[in-house]
């Protein structure tokens, strides 16, 4: 879970980023499709798209198996097969609330950067991010809980490969003793137990980047 948690919020947080950056560029094109194209996975239900994605990993459907010549339900490789749903899935959605936030920082800022001399890449980093800080602290906190709550991916990749455990991620733990074994005490504690790492995560993530990201202090 550890590696499969910053896989994926480092590969999704910074394509994420890297999207909006691109799109809110004076230089792009088809910009409108561009974020219909990448927005649109995020609109695909969690359990269509890892079905989708787990039929591309079976050898005997991929079309892309033989080619790369990678299981990508072998032990070994499962848990990226995982984390490329859940980036698939999820660059849409914080591209969007990046690129949202990009788009009302005033255009004066841009020219006057221009002014002084600033390339596009300049402009970047040294204006762009340190603005969108916040927002980039906002969609990391929504991703570190997401990440303990996975559930839709392995349990829906589970049937088709046997190098996922009935309590590969915390909810399946919590799914299997309530519904399967009937452990209904043991479901109630682990289920206490995410709530009480994801509050603890995110308030220890805002507490660590408060300062810099608000200014406060």
């Known amino acids: 879970m ?10 999704m947080l910074g394509l994420a980023l890297l999207f909006a950056l691109l799109l809110d560029s004076a230089r792009v094109r088809l910009a409108r499709f561009s974020r219909i194209a990448i927005f649109l996975p995020y609109a695909v239900p969690g359990v269509a ?29 499962v848990t990226y097969s995982m984390a490329n749903v859940a980036v698939w899935g999820g660059v849409g959605f914080n591209m969007l609330v990046l690129y949202t936030t990009l788009r009302a920082i005033p255009r004066d ?18 204006v762009k991010i340190p603005i969108l800080t916040p927002a980039i602290v906002l969609t990391t ?6 990440t303990i709550q996975v559930f839709t991916e392995p349990t829906t990749l ?6 996922i455990s009935s309590t590969w991620s915390p909810l399946m733990k919590v799914y299997r003793d309530a519904f399967v074994t009937g452990d ?3 479901a109630a504690a682990t289920s206490i137990v995410i709530a009480a790492i994801s509050l603890v995560l995110s308030f220890g993530f805002l507490r660590v980047v408060r300062n810099h990201a608000f200014r406060e202090g």
């Open 158 to 163: 589970r049937p088709l490969t046997n190098t």
């Open 184 to 186: 209904l005490y043991s």
């Open 2 to 11: 550890l590696g499969y948690g910053a896989l994926v919020l480092v590969v």
């Open 109 to 126: 800022l841009y020219e006057a950067a221009r002014l002084d001399g600033a390339s596009e890449f300049q402009i970047a980093v040294r």
């Open 49 to 77: 798209a890892t079905l989708l994605w787990g039929f591309l990993y079976l050898p005997s459907l991929s079309p892309i198996r033989d080619v790369l010549n990678v299981d990508f339900l072998d032990a070994t490789t």
């Open 141 to 146: 906190v929504f991703s570190i809980i997401a």
